[in-house]
Each structure stands twice: as C-alpha cells, then as structure tokens.
C-alpha cells in the first residue's frame, strides 16, 4: 500500500506543479490537491487526518480541516502576516519606504568609477532594505524607480542592473517576512530569534559569495554582448530618470526600520532590560503604527488626511489576508495531504535505501525546493507547500529541525529569483523593457553557485 500512496503523491505534486507552472490560482489548485490525498487517505486508510472534532461524516470532515486550518492559521501565523503586510503598505501609502530608499541609495554615487563594483554594493544595501520592507515585488520596483538609472548611466547593461536588484530579494530574511515567521514557528523559536541566532549567520557568508559570483557574472556576460549594451546606452530615452527627493521630511525613513529596531532592542538576547521586555511582531508594528500616525500628523497638520492614510493600512491587511495567508491555509491543506498518504515516511523510507545520509538527503530537499521556487514563481508557494513537513523528515533522520528548515527556507527565495514567472522578476523587467526570461537566465547561473555554497556551507558548519 506505501508504494500506491507514494505513487499517488507523486502523481498530485506532477500535476499541481503542472497547473501552477500554466498559472492557475495557486490557492485553489492546492486547496484541491490537498483534499484529494485527504480523500484518498481515507479510502487507502493509510494515515488518515481527521478534525479535532468530527463532524461524523467523511465527506464533511474534509471541508472541517479547511475551517480548522483556517483558524488555526489566523490564530497563529496569520494576524502577524496580516500586520506586517498593512504596515509595509501603509509605508508605502505615506512615502516613508520611499525616503528610506532614498537615503540609503546615497552612497553609490560614490563609486561611478567602478559600475560593477557599484552594482555589487547595491546587493547588500537592498538586503538590508529588504529585512524592512518584505515585498519583493514592491522593493523591486521602488528600487527601479532610483537606483537603476544611476546603475545604467555609470555604465553597466539593462540586465546587470535589474539582476543586482532581484539578488537584493534573494534571501526572506529578518521578523517581517512571511517565510520566516513560518520557519520560526516549525522549530519553536521567536522570529527575531531566528533571524539572528540561524538565519544571520548563514546569510552573511553566503551574500559574499552571492556578490563575487554576480559582479563576474555580469561583467562576463555584458562584455560578451557588447553591442547589445552599446545599443541600450545609445537608447538614453528608454532610461527612467532617477528618482526625485520624496515629497516628504525625510526623517519618515526611519519609519520602515521602526519595528525591526523595537524588536531588536527588545530582544531577551541584547540583555539590556531587566527583567526582559517580551515584544512581539505583531505588538511592534501597531505601535510603530501609531508612532507613524504622530509623524503623518504633525507633517499634515490635517487630522482627516491622517486618518485617511490610516486606511492604507487596513488595504494592505486586506490584501496580505487574499494572498499570503490563504496561500498559507491552502499550502498547510496541501502538506496534510501529503503526510496523510504517507508520503514523508515513503520519502525517508526510499531515501534511506538509496545509501544517502541525512545531510545528503538534506541538501537534495534544498535543491528539489529551490527548483520548485523556480517552477511556480513564488518562495513563499513552494516553502509553504514542503515547510510544514520538515520537522518530521529532520526528526526521523536524526537531525535537529532548524537543520532542514533553515536551508530549504532560504533556498527557495532563492529559487524566485530564478524563475521568469516570479512577480518581482516580471514586474521590474517590464518596467525596464527587459525580457523576464532574460533576466531570469541572467541570474540561473550565479545562484546556482549560490546555493551550492550554501548547502555546503550550512551542513559543514552544522
């Protein structure tokens, strides 16, 4: 019977990476899939997954692991994504994220002597942009908007410059991000925890290498279309001019890297307060929000334009609620499936036959889901597809949970930025006139290097 569930497991994730791959709504076809293992476990009665409470029948037991998921998330994940996504929004409705572009985009006028140096810099910079503003779409494009006309006019090609703009996203890192938060909560820690104690120390060696393999990458691949890139210089109309002072005091820009700081200072790991102060994501960004209020206020000095940028923030929880947590809820119904048919002991089972080790089994995952990241276009899709599962396929190849999570977590935000079909791919190539696939393969090469590294890395310093 295993060898039929694993077959049958197969056959769905074929299938749903099929209809992903054509673009169908992610949710609905994983919402499905999930179901139809849940069905078929119970048909097989391989290790069927029942509600807490039953409703007494199998039929309507399936439509109760929706609602119960649903709440579950809510009650979990869900209203600190929810958060987090209205205040990025609100950010962006009142310009501070802008600001803060702004500013930290300073320093590369700098090194116009060196273009490829300066588009190398730029990676960093926007990672650290990145950990404060969890859109990679929406810090693409506002990264478009400023620092790719200066990257074009010191003299690097189109492509260079939207290649070291989609490596700033390459890592989901820091408390804000929607992988993260769950990543934190399938081994047990606090966001801010993890981001320091697991993320940061992986993250920093592999952006080094991230860096080395894209200034050559780029510099390789625009001397070897040199007449391409002679074209696109000539074509100075195409080139955005680059981004105006915001419309706004400045000082705004401390406003997106607010609650990162509170959760810093505040973090059981500084020692600073006595007994410790224990701060949530959630708590610190509605009181960020607030402060922000104070700010918008006082610039204004119009109480309903103030009250009218408050509603930036319920739109963008709206939002996040239709994209990252449904897709969360459908990813989980789809994961349940998945253990139902019993595919992680299948999985462990055939692994272990095969002669492999843990750490070789570990680094075939992180491979497996970086190229899934890049099939559907999306981290967040694929790490919420294979997260929840990880747990148990670390515990029963005798490895801590953060070993599995942590590097497959980070994997597949770097398979985003490999695929044609990602949103922050598609978006800043379209504004650039650059072809999606262009870009994409631009960057294929270097992150395979990339995550190479950090397999290798993360399992040798483990």
Not at 150 to 161: D, M, Q
Not at 224 to 251: C, F, G, H, M, Y
Not at 293 to 319: I, P, Q
């Amino acid at each position: 019977m295993s060898h039929i569930s694993f077959f049958l497991c197969i056959i769905t994730i074929t299938v749903t990476a099929i209809f992903l791959y054509r673009k169908l709504n992610p949710q609905g076809v994983l919402i499905l899939a999930g179901l139809t293992m849940l069905a078929l476990a119970l048909i097989l009665n391989v290790q069927p997954l029942i509600p807490a409470k039953s409703t007494g029948s199998a039929v309507f037991d399936l439509v109760k692991m929706v609602e119960d998921t649903f709440l579950g998330n809510l009650s979990r994940a869900g209203l600190m994504i929810m958060t987090i996504g209205g205040y990025v929004a609100f950010m962006n409705h009142i310009q501070a994220t802008h600001a803060l572009v702004y500013i930290s985009m300073k320093p590369l006028v700098f090194f116009r002597r060196y273009p490829y140096l300066t588009a190398t810099v730029a990676i960093p910079i926007g990672q650290l942009l990145f950990i404060t503003t969890p859109s990679a779409a929406g810090l693409g494009l506002l990264l478009v908007a400023s620092v790719y006309p200066v990257l074009v006019e010191i003299g690097v090609s189109k492509l260079t410059a939207l290649s070291v703009i989609s490596a700033a996203t390459l890592f989901d890192q820091g408390p804000g991000s929607a992988n993260t938060a769950l990543a934190a909560e399938l081994i047990g820690q606090t966001n801010v925890a993890y981001f320091i104690a697991r993320q940061l120390p992986l993250v920093i060696p592999s952006t080094g290498v991230v860096m080395t393999l894209f200034y050559f990458n780029n510099k390789y691949f625009d001397k070897k279309d040199a007449a391409r890139q002679r074209a696109e210089k000539s074509e100075k109309a195409e080139v955005p001019k680059t981004s105006a002072k915001p419309d706004v005091p400045l000082v705004l820009a401390l406003l997106p890297i607010l609650p990162l700081a509170l959760l810093i200072v505040f973090s059981p790991y500084t020692g600073l307060f006595e007994p410790p102060i224990m701060l949530n994501t959630t708590t610190a960004m509605i009181f960020s929000l607030f402060i922000s209020l104070l700010f918008v206020g006082c610039h204004t000095r119009n109480m309903r334009k103030t009250f009218e940028a408050f509603s930036g923030f319920w739109k963008g929880m709206g939002n996040v609620f239709g994209s990252v947590v449904t897709l969360i809820v459908a990813s989980e119904i789809f994961s349940k499936g998945l253990i139902s048919l019993g595919f992680i002991d299948s999985l462990v089972n055939y692994s272990t036959h095969t002669g492999l080790s843990g750490i070789a089994i570990a680094a075939v995952f992180a491979l497996i889901i970086f190229s899934t990241a890049m099939l559907m276009g999306s981290g967040n899709a694929a790490f919420f597809s294979f997260g929840p599962l990880l747990p148990g396929i670390a515990g029963q190849l005798g490895m801590p949970a953060y070993s599995l999570v942590l590097p497959l977590q980070l994997s597949a935000s770097m398979g985003r930025a490999a695929s044609p079909i990602a949103g922050v791919i598609v978006a800043i190539a379209g504004v650039a006139g650059v072809s999606p696939i262009e870009l994409a393969k631009r960057n294929t090469l270097p992150l395979t290097g990339s995550i190479l590294f950090l397999i290798a890395y993360h399992f040798i310093t483990l």
